[in-house]
């Protein structure tokens, strides 16, 4: 396995270097000009071209790219050139709250779809099946907006059980550590804070993870309906084990794969599209973050936002992989 994965870190880094070659040509392609959405439409030309000249931008694009690679091969993310403050020191505390969030969510969906789609199999085409299976289907084509605004209108507006928007409360905010407002508030041992923190991961966790709910629920009930009609099942129960014991000791474990796959995808795709989710509910994410350098034709940050996401998103598959040979040991890498 070692050397798989030695391997598979070494494919990573063409996989990245294309990954960065894309995005930094298709930013340059976005109408605007950075320096004059910086300094504003009534600045005079001379300014907008000194500060073209500042910033680099009146150089060749290829030279611009290898300026951009030589810096990342040292760790370097670059300068913001709308806050000039370093991307590497500034990007951590919104990619935590995406990764929180993200986490949360994809907790809600892998709880809730696993066991519902194991459910469904079980008691396959009875009420409970037909049901699940057209609240897996709903769940998928719901829009995460409307779904967003929906839970805030009743949960925050009707009952006023959960707060709408933002991370914690404004009157007692949390001292950051490693910004993942979970573990800060424990590392500083203040249960309230941490209960408000989860309180305030409830709704946009269960708004971003109802598609991946949805899809891992229909997902686990197609496997566990394969592996269930296998012959070692049927010899499991012909000996008398009890149907709890069958279902998640042997079938579930022999039908995750699949589902470990699409658990794998759902969580990068989460880190990534989690914008939506979080303009609704204010969440101060990596999606949020890169979205407003957008507005002001912030290239670097463009630039780095995408290509961490992607990063995150190549590291959590290689980590899938991995995890095969746990639940499958005929895999041999």
Not at 80 to 95: A, C, H, K
Not at 229 to 254: C, E, F, P, W
Not at 294 to 306: E, F, L, M, T
């Amino acid at each position: 396995m070692l050397n798989y994965t030695l391997r598979r870190l070494g494919s990573l880094i063409p996989v990245l270097f294309g990954m960065s070659l894309i995005v930094f040509f298709i930013i340059r392609a976005i109408p605007g000009d950075p320096a004059r959405t910086i300094l504003g439409e009534k600045a005079s030309e001379a300014a907008v071209e000194s500060l073209r000249a500042d910033l680099g931008l009146n150089d060749p694009i290829v030279i611009q790219y290898f300026h951009y690679l030589g810096d990342l091969l040292t760790g370097d993310l670059g300068t913001s050139i709308r806050t000039s403050s370093e991307i590497s020191g500034d990007i951590w505390p919104y990619l935590a709250a995406t990764m929180e969030l993200a986490f949360v969510a994809m907790l809600i969906a892998v709880f809730v779809g696993v066991n519902a789609g194991i459910l469904s199999a079980w008691f396959q085409n009875s009420i409970f099946d037909y049901t699940a299976m057209i609240v897996a289907l709903i769940g998928v084509s719901m829009p995460v907006f409307w779904l967003g605004l929906m839970e805030q209108w009743f949960f925050s507006l009707e009952l006023n059980w959960l707060p709408s928007i933002g991370r914690e409360s404004i009157r007692d905010p949390v001292e950051p550590i490693t910004h993942l407002y979970l573990l800060d508030t424990l590392i500083n041992g203040n249960l309230d804070q941490f209960f408000t923190v989860v309180k305030h991961l409830i709704l946009p966790g269960v708004a971003l993870g109802t598609i991946p709910m949805a899809i891992i629920a229909r997902m686990t009930r197609s496997s566990m309906l394969e592996v269930m009609r296998s012959d070692y099942i049927r010899t499991a129960r012909a000996k008398g084990q009890r149907m709890l014991l069958v279902v998640y000791k042997h079938s579930l474990k022999n039908a995750f794969i699949p589902v470990l796959t699409v658990i794998g995808l759902q969580t990068g795709l989460l880190l990534g599209g989690a914008i939506l989710t979080e303009t609704i509910f204010s969440w101060p994410g990596i999606g949020r973050y890169v979205y407003e350098s957008i507005q002001y034709r912030d290239y670097p940050v463009i630039q780095s936002g995408i290509l961490v996401i992607a990063t995150i998103f190549v590291f959590v598959n290689l980590i899938v992989d991995l995890l095969y040979a746990a639940f499958d040991p005929r895999i041999k890498y």
